[in-house]
């Protein structure tokens, strides 16, 4: 496992902020929502990260192109598995970090164009970074925001600069 990334206490505080529209209201406001947003915008791919938000996507019939999860919610508290998803992928990514493992699944199912799920050994909410880098533009990556709703990012130049800037900032020291 090869640590690329790796948050800075700085970033910590900016990344409570939502990356995205903020869509507030309960999982049935949000994915009400979310559905009239899909199908005005029609997103050329959609992404999601974290185990709710991807859960809530599913049941209301919105299937992400990919879904990363870490079987928990608020950090650490355990979700039941659901049924084994065939073809998913399970990679090593450490809270705080972005490992090179993760980078290439996230690639590897963008460019294979199916449906993939990615299963981290850690903790996927900087994945988003991730995501927003390698989508193309209109596309939309949707993570839960704790106590308040879902966030959407459309991904577009400025988002995928804003991203870069983030991850130049996170460089892993060579330790």
Known sequence: ??????????????????????????PEETMAKMKEL????????????????????????????????DNKFLRNKPLPETSEVAG?????????????EAISA????????????????????????????YLPDNSFVIYGQPYSGIVVVKVSAEKKAKAQQFLNEMKASKS
């Open 38 to 69: 899909v199908e005005s915008e029609k997103p050329p791919n959609i992404v999601s990260i974290g185990d709710v938000v991807s859960r809530n996507l599913h049941e209301h019939n919105i299937h992400p192109q990919i879904t990363v999860i």
């Open 88 to 100: 998913a992928v399970y990679v090593a990514n450490p809270q705080g970090t972005i490992t090179e």
């Open 1 to 26: 496992m090869t640590v690329v990334y790796k948050v800075t206490p700085h970033l910590r505080t900016k990344f409570k902020e939502p990356f995205g529209a903020l869509i507030q209201g309960t």
């Open 106 to 133: 996230i690639r590897g199912a963008l460019e294979k164009g199916a449906h993939a799920h990615i299963v981290i050994d850690g903790e996927e909410d900087l994945l988003v970074l991730v995501a927003v880098l």
